[in-house]
């Protein structure tokens, strides 16, 4: 028989993440040839996920350039990726999220007429400013994609108000599970400073990250403010900001964050230390989206530091909450997770609407069906508690 042939496409650490456990799988399905290709829109965080995860692009289009525009990015990936589906000539062509990585690889594929396949489908804000360009990144994918692969009902419900088929969706939790049981060892050690150092068992460690564009100025200063208002008013706080490379980014928390007690600006981490870092916090402030997925799969409460979020389901089920970016709401609402123990309590323990760590699976199967090899789809995910590697 011959094999079908699936190209996945991405290009920054977030997208290598989730589907570098769907690249393995597929690599070892014997009805399936895959080709990796890279955009490579993030150059050193994808380089350092591509090794950890042992993946080799087939195709890299390495268009990386200093102070790019999303305009840069969309040009160069649409061009770039013209030419290797024309070489190719794919059956399928794979896209993750919401990256322009995202949009410029599942518009290509629609230019040559190949089939495109969206993993992490059906994500919505209402707000087309809100992640941005995040939130019509993944419109514009959908109403290009034919297959759907969506991580919760809710995002299922999202593609059918737009009218996509629901033969062509399939539930299928979020591969960032799947990755995220791979990585992550309560034996884990760190051995860089300031971690290697921190008291983890004595001190309730607070994970920030924060650099999204549309927080950039007077919100993130506002956020910033809560975080040294934190630190300043328990003593038993550290915090650990692991700080985008972003100029701006890095002039902001160096000025309102610099220097103070407790509280470590590092650089970026690679994904093995920061799933661990992930495990060992108290609580996670962000205003990023995968990790309020990849938290609440460690019973790590997540305070959202964003007005919306397109993830929906954890508030829902109470593992995360929108915290906002004003300065006394942020302060507050991680006060309340740090002082009343219950309701730290029921956010940590809720139950995690975001995958059972077989989301690639699923994908795989569901794939294997639309090209005529499984007679049936896989069974939807749904949500129930947790199943934790045992060793977290």
């Known amino acids: 028989m011959k094999k079908i042939r699936i190209m996945t496409v991405f290009g920054t650490r977030p997208e290598a993440i989730k589907m570098a456990p769907l690249v393995k799988l597929m690599r070892q399905n014997r009805y399936i040839e895959t080709v990796v290709c890279v955009t490579a829109q993030h150059r050193e965080m994808l380089d350092q996920v591509l090794g950890l995860f042992d993946i080799v692009p087939d195709y890299d289009l390495d268009i990386m350039q200093d102070r790019q525009t999303l305009t840069d990015i969309t040009v160069r990936a649409l061009k770039g990726l013209e030419g290797v589906i024309n070489k190719v000539k794919p059956d399928m062509l794979l896209v993750h999220g919401d990256t322009t990585t995202t949009f410029a690889g599942s518009l290509a594929g629609f230019y040559q007429h190949v089939k495109v396949g969206h993993v992490e489908a059906g994500l919505r804000t209402f707000d087309r400013y809100s992640p941005f360009p995040e939130e019509i990144n993944r419109r514009l994918t959908g109403v290009m994609a034919d297959m759907h692969f969506a991580p919760t009902s809710g995002a299922k419900a999202n593609l059918i108000r737009e009218g996509v088929p629901e033969k062509a969706i399939v539930i299928t939790g979020n591969t960032v599970i799947d990755a995220l049981m ?22 309730r460690v607070i994970l920030l990250t924060c650099h999204r564009r549309e927080n950039m100025g007077a919100p993130m ?3 910033f403010q809560a975080v040294r208002d934190l630190a300043e008013s328990y003593r038993d706080i550290e915090v650990v900001y692991p700080v985008h490379r972003n100029p701006a980014v890095v002039d902001a928390a160096h000025s309102v964050l610099g220097g103070r007690e407790r509280i470590h600006l590092i650089e970026p981490l690679d994904y093995l230390p920061f799933a661990n870092l992930i495990n060992r916090c108290y609580m996670v402030l962000t205003d990023s989206g995968g990790i309020q997925e990849e938290a609440p799969s460690l019973g790590k409460p997540v305070l959202v530091l964003r007005e919306v979020t397109e993830r929906p389901e954890a508030v829902q089920a109470g593992t995360v909450k929108l915290a906002g970016v004003n300065r006394a709401d942020v302060f507050r609402a991680a006060s309340q997770l740090i002082e009343n123990g219950n309701l730290y309590k029921s956010m940590a323990e809720a139950v995690n609407p975001y995958g059972d760590g077989k989301a690639s699976h699923r994908i795989v199967d569901a794939l294997l069906y639309y090209h005529g090899i499984n007679r049936t789809l896989p069974e939807d995910f749904m949500a129930k508690a947790p199943e934790r590697p045992a060793d977290i």
Request: net charge positive.
């Open 182 to 203: 791979q990585v992550v060892n309560s034996r884990y050690s760190f051995t860089h400073l300031p971690l290697k150092d921190i008291d983890f068992h004595s001190k």
């Open 221 to 223: 200063a506002q956020i």
